[in-house]
């Protein structure tokens, strides 16, 4: 299975592409430089989710909208730290888990466990692929509010 970091990396040259827009001008979009859209395109760096948000919407989309899920208006504007920190704690709390736990499945802290739910971490694409991986959904639910996963 592809990581989330990569098929994001692949989500956003394919849609800049289609968009018909440099790197230089994306990067100017996204208030990042030049060189930060080549290495993500390159899978290179492991983003926090507030620089996804930004490149995505210099691209006119969401995190998981680039990634081809369906998102409401409301989706769009979501910043996805907080839709990640919401669903992660209603992901814990319907199976029952400790933050312990999670973070034991997750392989990070149980502090960062509580950080993240209450918002205090911007987390990157490959926390949200492991935090994925310790409630056994597909990360990408995780960026999503729930009134959209159906």
């Given at each position: 299975?592809?990581?989330l970091r990569?098929?994001?990396?692949?989500?956003?040259?394919?849609?800049?592409?289609?968009?018909?827009?440099?790197?230089?001008?994306?990067?100017?979009?996204?208030?990042?430089?030049?060189?930060?859209?080549?290495?993500?395109?390159?899978?290179?760096?492991?983003?926090?989710?507030?620089?996804?948000?930004?490149?995505?919407?210099?691209?006119?989309?969401?995190?998981?909208?680039?990634?081809?899920?369906?998102?409401?208006?409301?989706q769009e504007?979501?910043?996805?730290?907080?839709?990640?920190?919401?669903?992660?704690?209603?992901?814990?709390?319907?199976?029952?888990?400790?933050?312990?736990?999670?973070?034991?499945?997750?392989?990070?802290?149980?502090?960062?466990?509580?950080?993240?739910?209450?918002?205090?971490?911007?987390?990157?694409?490959?926390?949200?692929?492991?935090?994925?991986?310790?409630?056994?959904?597909?990360?990408?639910?995780?960026?999503?509010?729930?009134?959209?996963?159906?």
């Amino acid at each position: 299975m592809k990581s989330l970091r990569a098929s994001f990396a692949a989500a956003v040259k394919r849609r800049r592409m289609e968009l018909g827009v440099s790197q230089e001008e994306l990067a100017v979009r996204a208030s990042l430089d030049r060189t930060g859209i080549s290495r993500l395109e390159r899978v290179a760096p492991n983003i926090t989710l507030d620089t996804a948000d930004s490149v995505s919407r210099a691209l006119c989309s969401s995190v998981p909208g680039l990634l081809g899920e369906s998102v409401s208006k409301e989706q769009e504007t979501a910043a996805s730290k907080d839709v990640f920190a919401a669903r992660v704690r209603e992901e814990r709390v319907s199976r029952n888990l400790t933050q312990e736990e999670v973070g034991d499945r997750a392989r990070v802290d149980r502090n960062y466990v509580s950080d993240v739910e209450r918002g205090k971490k911007n987390a990157r694409l490959d926390t949200v692929d492991a935090f994925g991986r310790g409630l056994g959904v597909r990360p990408l639910s995780l960026l999503k509010s729930d009134r959209m996963n159906g």
